[in-house]
């Protein structure tokens, strides 16, 4: 199973919103409803911050969004905050039955 | 609240095995399914596998496959993973996570997660 295909970096401005793809085949992303995301700060355990592709844990403001199109999933962080920079890694259920996640993604707040 | 206490690093020589608890409060630990992550230095996250702690089911990634074993001891509250046959390229962070809906099967997200546990894999 190939890893998920995210975008080595994205960067913005405080205030702004960003969003980070993921790219999957028809054998995970395209075919469940089952993409999270994870935020992961250096040194520390990684944080769910959306999952079945646009949920949002109990307590999670509508700070971060998810959505699909097809096979790829996007995560949305509006309204840019310091607090924000950090890595972020999509997962897929995958029909093998197993999870798949991507490359990771470094988000630097300008 | 829900937490997870993994136990601590551990120095290792190539060939040979590590086995990583996972203790788990907070919450009945037979209703969740548990996952197994890791990360190398300077890598991403990558799935190594998951376990159901009230059967015993497993389910493992291929590149583990043969050299990893998840199981639990309901007792305690505590899952485990070990991994035989350790390279250097085994170093890494391994992190338990708990799936976020309770039932079998529904390890496809991790709402909860252990501190890491980092082994290094050395001569």
């Known amino acids: 199973q190939s890893a998920l295909t995210q975008p080595a970096s994205v960067s913005g401005s405080p205030g702004q919103s960003i969003t980070i793809s993921c790219t999957g085949t028809?054998?995970?992303?395209?075919?469940?409803?089952?993409v999270s995301w994870y935020q992961h700060h250096p040194d520390k355990a990684p944080k769910l911050i959306i999952y079945?592709?646009?949920k949002r844990p109990s307590g999670f403001s509508n700070h971060f969004s998810g959505s699909k199109s097809g096979n790829t999933a996007s995560l949305t962080i509006s309204g840019l905050q310091a607090e924000d920079e950090a890595d972020y890694y999509c997962?897929?259920?995958?029909?093998?039955?197993?999870?798949?996640f991507g490359g990771g993604t470094k988000l630097t707040v300008l | 609240q829900v937490q997870l206490v993994q136990s601590g690093a551990e120095v290792k020589k190539p060939g040979a095995s590590v086995k990583v608890s996972c203790k788990a409060s907070?919450?009945?630990?037979?209703?969740?399914?548990i996952n197994w992550v890791r990360q190398a230095t300077g890598q991403g996250l990558e799935w190594m596998g998951w376990m159901n702690p009230k059967s015993g089911n497993t389910g493992y990634a291929q590149k583990f496959q043969g050299r990893v074993t998840m199981t639990r001891d309901t007792s305690i509250s505590t899952a485990y993973m070990e991994l035989s046959s350790l390279r250097s390229e085994d170093t890494a962070v391994y992190y338990c996570?708990?799936?976020?809906?309770?039932?079998?099967?529904?390890?496809?997200?991790?709402?909860?997660w252990g501190q890491g546990s980092l082994v290094t894999v050395s001569s």
């Open positions: 907070g919450y009945t630990f037979t209703s969740y399914d």
């Open positions: 079945e592709v646009n």
């Open positions: 028809s054998s995970d992303v395209g075919d469940y409803n089952l």
């Open positions: 997962c897929s259920y995958a029909n093998t039955g197993t999870l798949v």
């Open positions: 996570a708990r799936g976020t809906d309770p039932g079998s099967g529904s390890y496809y997200d991790s709402e909860f």
